[in-house]
Structures are given as structure tokens and as C-alpha cells.
């Protein structure tokens, strides 16, 4: 899987969110190697999209269409500014990968110097799932550096409060510790979702 994250502040939302529902029903159909996407706006008006593909030559492809160019364009005129592109070939899927029944979305951006110790605690799903039923898993995107874009689908965002509450193992703290140091959260309270 490869995954595009892209940044950006934005305050013209709904025109957004419209600009993004026109791309899922005419543009998506004809996106080679398109999976899906979460798209949502957090508190400070800052666009967050995780788009992925199965492939980054798939996802290189979509960018070259024509129609995707002149789209991509009236789109980035929304944003207040200029965007943030992340292109993520290591990308690793947690639980059932996220779900578009999330009632809450976070997305976790950080850096770690080694990304299989990250993995390696994503890997043990049993554990999560048993000490935070309120994730309902998420995808994990590593650049080269380090840097990561970690998005997590929660059920509701009540229950990802009661669920940061609840104090881990201790190999399960030290892990997270190493893991989130420096990160920055980005809470989508109105996360929407396309899928292929």
C-alpha cells in the first residue's frame, strides 16, 4: 500500500468538502489503484487527507490524469495556503486498517529513529484491542527520515477520552513514550471517508 498525507489550512470548508465529494463521484471510478481516503478539518481550520493507493506508481499515475491536474488545482485555490505532501511507501495496516464507521478520527504525526519498534507495538493487536476497545485500528505511514503519519479510527471521540485514561502496562508506556515524543495529534472531530 502506498499513502499520500496532505496538510494544509483551509477555513473555505464546505467548499472543500464539496470539491472532495465531486472527486469520489467523478474522478475516483478512473483513479488507477485508488483504495479510499479520511479527509476531516481540525479545531486551528488545518485540512488533514490520508489518501491511499496500492501502489505509489498507481497513485503517480492518478496524478498524472489530466482531469486529476485541473481538479487538483481548483481544489489547492481552497486553501489558505501552500500544502504539505507526505508520500509514504511503508505503510503498515493495524487491526481491521480504520473503518469508515469511525465516529472519530486522530492523526499522529512524529519521527522516530526506529520505525520497527513503532511497528512492532502496532503489531501486537490483541493487546490493543483488549486495553483500548475504542480503537478500532488505523494505518501506520513511514517516510525514509523516520517521520510518520500514524491515523487512527476511533469509535467515538467520548470513548477515546475514557480510553486515554486508562494507564498501560508498563512496556506498553515506555514504548508509547518512545514513540510519541515530540509527536503532534490532530483530532478530526467530522472525519468523512471515501472508499473504492
Same mark, same amino acid.
Given at each position: 500500500?502506498?499513502?499520500?498525507?496532505?496538510?494544509?489550512?483551509?477555513?473555505?470548508?464546505?467548499?472543500?468538502?464539496?470539491?472532495?465529494?465531486?472527486?469520489?463521484?467523478?474522478?475516483?471510478?478512473?483513479?488507477?489503484?485508488?483504495?479510499?481516503?479520511?479527509?476531516?478539518?481540525?479545531?486551528?481550520?488545518?485540512?488533514? $487527507? %490520508?489518501?491511499?493507493?496500492? =501502489?505509489?506508481? @498507481?497513485?503517480? +499515475?492518478?496524478?498524472?490524469?489530466?482531469?486529476?491536474?485541473?481538479?487538483?488545482?481548483?481544489?489547492?485555490?481552497?486553501?489558505?495556503?501552500?500544502?504539505?505532501?507526505?508520500?509514504?511507501?511503508?505503510?503498515?495496516?493495524?487491526?481491521?486498517?480504520?473503518?469508515?464507521?469511525?465516529?472519530?478520527?486522530?492523526?499522529?504525526?512524529?519521527?522516530?529513529?526506529?520505525?520497527?519498534?513503532?511497528?512492532?507495538?502496532?503489531?501486537?493487536?490483541?493487546?490493543?484491542?483488549?486495553?483500548?476497545?475504542?480503537?478500532?485500528?488505523?494505518?501506520? $505511514? %513511514?517516510?525514509?527520515?523516520? =517521520?510518520?503519519? @500514524?491515523?487512527? +479510527?476511533?469509535?467515538?471521540?467520548?470513548?477515546?477520552?475514557?480510553?486515554?485514561?486508562?494507564?498501560?502496562?508498563?512496556?506498553?508506556?515506555?514504548?508509547?513514550?518512545?514513540?510519541?515524543?515530540?509527536?503532534?495529534?490532530?483530532?478530526?472531530?467530522?472525519?468523512?471517508?471515501?472508499?473504492?
Amino acid at each position: 500500500m502506498f499513502i499520500q498525507m496532505i496538510q494544509a489550512a483551509c477555513t473555505r470548508q464546505d467548499e472543500a468538502n464539496a470539491m472532495l465529494e465531486e472527486w469520489r463521484r467523478d474522478l475516483a471510478p478512473g483513479a488507477p489503484g485508488w483504495l479510499g481516503g479520511t479527509y476531516g478539518f481540525t479545531d486551528d481550520d488545518q485540512l488533514m $487527507a %490520508v489518501v491511499r493507493f496500492a =501502489s505509489r506508481e @498507481e497513485a503517480m +499515475a492518478n496524478s498524472a490524469r489530466p482531469e486529476q491536474s485541473a481538479w487538483a488545482e481548483r481544489f489547492m485555490a481552497l486553501m489558505d495556503g501552500p500544502a504539505e505532501f507526505h508520500d509514504c511507501d511503508d505503510v503498515t495496516m493495524f487491526m481491521d486498517g480504520g473503518s469508515d464507521d469511525a465516529g472519530f478520527v486522530q492523526i499522529i504525526r512524529g519521527k522516530v529513529d526506529d520505525p520497527s519498534r513503532l511497528k512492532a507495538m502496532l503489531a501486537d493487536t490483541a493487546s490493543l484491542h483488549d486495553m483500548r476497545p475504542d480503537i478500532l485500528g488505523g494505518t501506520l $505511514a %513511514v517516510e525514509p527520515d523516520g =517521520s510518520f503519519i @500514524e491515523t487512527v +479510527a476511533f469509535t467515538t471521540e467520548a470513548a477515546a477520552r475514557e480510553g486515554e485514561k486508562v494507564e498501560p502496562p508498563t512496556e506498553v508506556r515506555q514504548e508509547l513514550e518512545y514513540a510519541m515524543h515530540g509527536a503532534t495529534f490532530h483530532d478530526l472531530h467530522h472525519p468523512h471517508f471515501q472508499s473504492a
